[in-house]
């Protein structure tokens, strides 16, 4: 059987084709299900998504690529630690990242776009992932030992270096790429990224789960509550960082300002379930803190994502040295 250790082409080898089918076909016969019609499918070089018609409504087959095979068993993981908060899959293959899940509903994106207040909804969004994220904080060994990235603050300057080293990842010199001042300045740059770990990691709030691309497009609008989903770029870090990509995908969502009292607001909201133990003052210091050195877990993760030899590769390719470029920026919060 041909495995998804190249995609592009594994994912289309009949071979590793009829294996998936057969495989997925077997799971739902344990449920009592079938499937009625062709899968539809849509590729990117981090995952393979086939929607699988069945005859009790879709459900969804991915498939991950080496970089990302850790979500398949995190996704079962989270299920347990966290019901009710994300998807519980039908099956799971973790050793060869498969996962088959139920069809979520509607997204965050598709109810925004029927009207309401979309800063409204997500005061109460935030709230809700980070009751996510404190219930699976006692477990963070368990989802380390699976395999999931460990981007906690002490790991990462090490993480940091190690990057700053991998030239192709960076193209250097490439339109694209790092500038040689550009790359420069971030190697000089390692000593404040170290301290600035060092004082994220004494704020006192427990590493967890970080979703890492946490946006509209990744969270389900259920009965009684909202379900997270998509969890291929996702580490072990402070889990203030997911303010980055949340807060930056809102303000481009709404065309928010940097600054805008609006993006503060849904910090404070996201903040507060960590008041039972933290000041104000803290929190947003080590939120700050998280945002700026969660720019290396986003570098991070797109160069996990993009560690196959599909060609379509290149068009994601300057997200790694983007993100780093983002080191230089001035704090959003």
């Not at 699988?52 to 068993?73: I, L, Q």
């Amino acid at each position: 059987m041909t495995d998804a250790t190249r995609p592009g082409e594994g994912w289309a080898d009949p071979r590793w084709r009829g294996a998936a089918l057969d495989w997925i076909g077997d799971r739902l016969g344990r449920h009592g299900r079938r499937m009625v019609g062709p899968v539809e499918p849509r590729v990117r070089p981090w995952s393979l998504v086939w929607r699988v018609p069945t005859d009790s409504g879709d459900v969804w087959f991915k498939a991950n690529n080496p970089g990302t095979r850790y979500e398949a068993g995190l996704s079962a993981v989270l299920a347990r630690l966290a019901p009710g908060r994300v998807l519980d899959p039908i099956a799971v293959d973790a050793g060869r990242g498969w996962s088959l899940l139920p069809d979520g509903g509607r997204t965050l994106r598709d109810a925004s776009g029927g009207g309401g207040d979309p800063l409204a909804r997500w005061e109460r969004v935030l709230p809700e992932y980070a009751d996510l994220q404190r219930a699976v904080a006692p477990d963070a060994g368990e989802l380390l030992a699976l395999g999931v990235p460990d981007h906690r603050p002490q790991a990462l300057p090490e993480l940091f270096g190690a990057l700053l080293d991998d030239g192709e990842s960076l193209l250097l010199g490439s339109a694209d790429g790092l500038t040689v001042e550009a790359y420069e300045l971030l190697r000089a740059h390692r000593a404040g990224f170290a301290e600035d770990c060092r004082r994220l990691a004494g704020s006192g709030v427990a590493p967890t789960i970080q979703h890492d691309d946490l946006h509209d497009g990744n969270v389900f609008v259920a009965d009684g509550g909202y379900r997270f989903f998509d969890w291929g770029d996702a580490s072990v870090a402070h889990p203030f960082g997911t303010l980055l990509v949340t807060l930056n995908s809102v303000a481009d969502a709404l065309g928010l300002a940097e600054g805008d009292p609006a993006l503060a607001r849904l910090r404070d909201a996201y903040l507060e379930p960590w008041s039972d133990g933290h000041d104000p003052a803290t929190l947003r210091e080590a939120a700050r803190l998280a945002v700026r050195v969660s720019r290396v877990s986003r570098a991070l993760s797109w160069r996990r994502a993009l560690c196959g030899p599909d060609p379509a590769r290149a068009q994601y390719a300057s997200a790694v040295p983007g993100w780093l470029r983002e080191l230089l920026a001035p704090d959003p919060l």
